[in-house]
T-cell receptor, first 114, second 111 residues
Framework: DAGVTQSPTHLIKTRGQQVTLRCSPKSGHDTVSWYQQALGQGPQFIFQYYEEEERQRGNFPDRFSGHQFPNYSSELNVNALLLGDSALYLC?????WGTGDTQYFGPGTRLTVL | KQEVTQIPAALSVPEGENLVLNCSFTDSAIYNLQWFRQDPGKGLTSLLLIQSSQREQTSGRLNASLDKSSGRSTLYIAASQPGDSATYLCAVRPGTYKYIFGTGTRLKVLA
């Protein structure tokens, strides 16, 4: 059973560009969350998708947007990249959104903005 | 606003030692607390999940406790090994949507 997968593994962009990161949830999971982890920090919640809708959003600007597809996979888009967007972006999936459901994390995408 | 603090930020111990990692949170209204392990540049691996109604969970050499009223959790690692070297993250779940993470404890176990 494949776990959460993310692509690409690494990405280098320049300021002002746009980037799309992809996530495939664990089999049987329908809820996807995205987190940003800056170097030396804990992950910070960006947003969560369920049934193709954004259910909640963390304290991130509108430059960060997402999408969930009918097969539950998800994309994270970041526009007008800033140097401060350099981070490890983690995707997590869960089998629903109950409070007892743990989130399973993918390996992450390392984004470097030059 | 919920905040999670982990002490110490870094820890270096000789192999075989028993050790305790600490996590504190400011708001006791949580659904659960989870401990994760993160190897350098990698994703998160769930170690232990404690529901708010539970006091502790055990898995192998790991034991995590939760005192919700005082806003504290500890992760106990018995007989540490070099393979335990990693960053350990504590996260609380205040609602149905997200986890709030601490900044982690970087553990190095010396052979």
């Amino acid at each position: 059973d494949a776990g959460v997968t993310q692509s690409p593994t690494h990405l280098i962009k320049t300021r002002g560009q746009q980037v799309t990161l992809r996530c495939s949830p664990k089999s049987g999971h329908d809820t996807v969350s995205w987190y940003q982890q800056a170097l030396g920090q804990g992950p910070q919640f960006i947003f969560q998708y369920y049934e193709e809708e954004e259910r909640q959003r963390g304290n991130f600007p509108d430059r960060f947007s997402g999408h969930q597809f009918p097969n539950y996979s998800s994309e994270l888009n970041v526009n007008a990249l800033l140097l401060g967007d350099s981070a490890l972006y983690l995707c997590a999936s869960s089998p629903g959104w109950g409070t007892g459901d743990t989130q399973y994390f993918g390996p992450g995408t390392r984004l470097t903005v030059l | 606003k919920q905040e999670v603090t982990q002490i110490p930020a870094a820890l270096s111990v000789p192999e075989g030692e028993n050790l305790v990692l600490n996590c504190s949170f400011t708001d006791s209204a949580i659904y659960n607390l989870q401990w994760f392990r993160q190897d350098p540049g990698k994703g998160l691996t769930s170690l232990l999940l404690i529901q708010s109604s539970q006091r502790e969970q055990t898995s192998g050499r790991l034991n995590a406790s939760l005192d919700k009223s005082s806003g504290r959790s500890t992760l106990y690692i018995a007989a540490s090994q070099p393979g335990d070297s990693a960053t350990y993250l504590c996260a609380v779940r205040p609602g149905t949507y997200k986890y709030i993470f601490g900044t982690g404890t970087r553990l190095k176990v010396l052979a």
